[in-house]
């Protein structure tokens, strides 16, 4: 069965650091989204990206973030200077037409 | 604020009984649910959904229920099984319409559920 792929698993950086984090949608997917899961807190929306572009954002997804997909199979999450706030699982999900979203496993992000 | 609220932050079943996971929301524009299954370290596991023109949706064990006056929907789960131990998240939809360009999900804090053998 196809599913969302998601690398590293771990990832630990210094703050100020630039990371990059990424995935592979399923397949014959349309739609994708980044979100985040602070410890102990619930899952979150950061952004969602359709046809090449930013279709939605959250509050959270500010200039320190961005997003690409930059050929036919990965999508990436950039935050440009980490802050210790950032330390969360990060997942991306995919969907085609319908609403069901498909979860990759995440990525620990840890900032030290 | 939370649009999507679970009060139950846990819920202890005897294996072979009923689990009944509840979730209520704010927002009338949603226009779909789903229930997602997580273990930890894992991403969450789509479970099963439902559309706001409907009130139940069955597949397996698992029913949802929808109670679009209340703003309320519930997850059954019969015969609740020890596999079935995990965190259940309740997330609700307001795409502008089916299969629109957001679609993005409001997540519950979740009901750790655990099943006792």
């Known amino acids: 069965e196809p599913e969302v792929t998601q690398t590293p698993s771990h990832q630990v950086t210094q703050m100020g650091q630039e990371v990059i984090l990424r995935c592979v949608p399923i397949s014959n997917h349309l739609y994708f989204y980044w979100y985040r899961q602070i410890l102990g807190q619930k899952v979150e929306f950061l952004v969602s990206?359709?046809?090449?572009?930013?279709?939605?954002k959250s509050e959270i997804f500010d200039d320190q973030f961005s997003v690409e997909r930059p050929d036919g199979s990965n999508f990436t999450l950039k935050i440009r200077s980490t802050k210790l706030e950032d330390s969360a699982m990060y997942f991306c999900?995919?969907?085609?037409?319908?609403?069901?979203?498909?979860f990759g496993p995440g990525t620990r992000l840890t900032v030290t | 604020d939370q649009q999507v609220k679970q009060n139950s932050p846990s819920l202890s079943v005897q294996e072979g009984r009923i689990s009944i996971l509840n979730c209520d929301y704010t927002n009338s524009m949603f226009d779909y649910f789903l229930w997602y299954k997580k273990y930890p370290a894992e991403g969450p596991t789509f479970l099963i959904s439902?559309?706001?023109?409907?009130d139940k949706n069955e597949d397996g064990r698992f029913t949802v229920f929808l109670n679009k006056s209340a703003k309320h929907l519930s997850l059954h789960i019969v015969p609740s099984q020890p596999g079935d131990s995990a965190v259940y998240f309740c997330a609700a939809s307001a795409g502008k319409n089916y299969g629109g360009s957001q679609g993005n999900l409001i997540f519950g804090k979740g009901t750790k559920l655990s099943v006792k053998p």
């Open positions: 990206f359709y046809n090449n572009e930013i279709s939605e």
């Open positions: 439902i559309s706001s023109i409907k």
């Open positions: 999900a995919s969907r085609d037409r319908g609403y069901e979203q498909y």
